[in-house]
């Protein structure tokens, strides 16, 4: 038995528990992963493979990967409820931080490869041209999501806080999807698969809140 015992104890210590797989494992090789599509994009810049339009392929690129990880970030909760596994929440953060940073690559491909900071022609399409409007818009409201994604701003501004603002990722969401279907106008086809993964995330966050408000006064009664 003692024999057993210490086995037992040194197979404890060994053990990696949930947390610190998710830590030492999941975290690191996701966080490759969400560089791939970047590392693909730069091989083919090195071989002169992004087409007659490489400034157009870069800014293409860049938003599909914005609004994939933006459905990608939303897509973590309904995940989380219907596996169980809550641990799952613990990289939420990171894939918003990475639609925030091909959301940045989006950006800079127009503003400096395709205006070269001529600042008064991307006013100017900003007001004119509503796709860019829209787009700009799910850009700045991004962009405090991006900043208060620390724990110090969790803690500084309260979790309820906290909370409230990062649900503008619902609206940015949406604005993202209206500003790639604007900027198609013909094929709408890609837009409409994105307009209709999120119309499921939402539509089961929806669902999910209109349940919990049936249930929660018969627990206030029980």
């Known amino acids: ?3 057993d015992s210490q ?7 060994h ?7 998710l830590r030492w494992v999941l975290k690191p090789v996701l966080f490759i992963a969400c560089l791939v599509p970047l590392a693909g994009l730069v ?11 490489p400034v157009e ?12 990880f933006l459905l990608i970030t939303l897509g973590v909760t309904p995940l989380r409820r219907l596996t169980g596994w809550n641990a799952l929440i613990r990289v939420r953060r990171m894939l918003g931080l990475f639609a925030f940073f091909y959301a940045a690559l989006h950006i800079i491909s127009y503003v400096w490869l395709d205006q070269f900071f001529m600042w008064d022609l991307i006013i100017e399409d900003v007001y004119k041209r509503p796709y860019i ?19 110090a701003m969790v803690r500084r501004l309260g ?9 503008l990722v619902y609206i940015i969401a949406i604005l993202g999807v209206v500003h790639f279907w604007w900027l198609v106008k013909s094929d709408i086809s ?8 999120l119309a499921l995330l939402l539509g089961y966050r929806l669902i999910w809140a209109l349940r919990r408000a049936q249930t929660s006064p018969k627990t206030h009664q029980a």
């Not at 086995?7 to 210590?13: N, P």
């Not at 890609?190 to 993964?197: C, D, F, N, V």
């Open 159 to 167: 979790g309820k806080r906290w909370q409230r603002l990062h649900q």
């Open 190 to 197: 890609q837009p409409l698969i994105y307009a209709s993964i």
């Open 43 to 53: 091989w083919d810049g090195m071989n002169a493979n992004l087409g007659a339009n």
């Open 57 to 68: 392929t870069i800014r293409l690129f860049t938003g599909d990967w914005t609004l994939r």
């Open 7 to 13: 086995a037992l104890a040194a197979h404890r210590a």
């Open 133 to 151: 409007t829209v787009g700009f818009t799910a850009f700045m409201l991004l962009l405090p999501l991006a900043l208060t994604s620390t724990n």
């Open 15 to 21: 053990s990696i528990t949930p947390i610190q797989w």
């Open 1 to 3: 038995m003692v024999v």
